[in-house]
Nanobody, 124 residues
Framework: QVQLVESGGGLVQAGDSLKLSCSASGRTFAMAWFRQAPGKEREFVAA????????DSSYSVQGRFAISRDNAKNEVYLQMNRLKPEDTAVYYC????????????????????WGRGTQVSVSS
């Protein structure tokens, strides 16, 4: 089974940018980022299919966050711009279970491999 490792989190100020990376141990298909803030349920952030022809993102991050991938490196990225305090959370990378290069989903149940997460903290 593929293993995922996130990196790039940290403590920043509101308005700053961060780029998260997710390194996979093998080939993946649909990939996504989710996040979980203290006391809240995990929520979808962004997703991308294998060919990077389709992306999806939650309303709360549209226009500020961008997901991308480099299949040659087995890496997925989340560029986060204009960060807000409400973006503070543990960010998780996830790999989808459907082995279709065009498939994309925001449904958490469709992702069966998860990283351990990386903390992003945004101060006001």
């Amino acid at each position: 089974q593929v293993q995922l490792v996130e990196s790039g989190g940290g403590l920043v100020q509101a308005g700053d940018s961060l780029k998260l990376s997710c390194s996979a141990s093998g080939r993946t298909f649909a990939m996504a980022w989710f996040r979980q803030a203290p006391g809240k349920e995990r929520e979808f952030v962004a997703a991308i299919n294998y060919h990077a022809l389709a992306t999806d993102s939650s309303y709360s991050v549209q226009g500020r966050f961008a997901i991308s991938r480099d299949n040659a490196k087995n890496e997925v990225y989340l560029q986060m711009n204009r960060l807000k305090p409400e973006d503070t959370a543990v960010y998780y990378c996830a790999a989808g279970r459907v082995r279709d290069p065009y498939y994309i989903t925001s449904n958490e149940e469709d992702y069966n491999v998860w990283g351990r997460g990386t903390q992003v903290s945004v101060s006001s």
